[in-house]
């Protein structure tokens, strides 16, 4: 069975890190790119990084540049987002998504066919 599974979510202060975790199952997912979106409450999904091993290239919003870092441990089949300084406005649902399309970095969401559940990060005093 294919599957995504996001973990490592939670309630942070202001300032505060987490790290996300996504462990796939029943494929390899080296063989594709992969993306780290979310979703606040009342908004749409927005991409925060995208990462293509294809082409070796990393994609950060604005909005995170500087403060996230995407990282993968192939061994575990395991995609990580490590959330530092963190805000209320990264207050959201976060998923992990992958796509065969892994020539080069793809931030637009109907690439994705491969969708985790999300985790939920709640940024909070």
């Known amino acids: 069975e294919v599957q995504l599974v996001e973990s490592g979510g939670g309630l942070v202060q202001p300032g505060g890190s987490l790290k996300l975790s996504c462990a796939a199952s029943?494929?390899?997912?080296?063989?594709?790119?992969i993306g780290w979106f979310r979703q606040a409450p009342g908004m749409e999904r927005e991409g925060v990084v995208c990462?293509?091993?294809?082409?070796?290239?990393?994609y950060y919003s604005d909005s995170v540049k500087g403060r996230f870092t995407i990282s993968t441990d192939n061994a575990k089949n395991t995609v990580y987002l490590q959330m530092n300084s963190l805000k209320p406005e990264d207050t959201a649902l976060y998923y992990c998504?992958?796509?065969?399309?892994?020539?080069?970095?793809?931030?637009?969401?109907?690439?994705?066919?491969?969708w985790g559940q999300g985790t939920q990060v709640t940024v909070s005093s």
């Open positions: 998504s992958l796509t065969p399309k892994n020539w080069d970095v793809q931030r637009d969401q109907g690439e994705y066919h491969i």
């Open positions: 029943g494929f390899t997912f080296d063989d594709y790119a």
């Open positions: 990462f293509s091993s294809g082409s070796g290239d990393t």
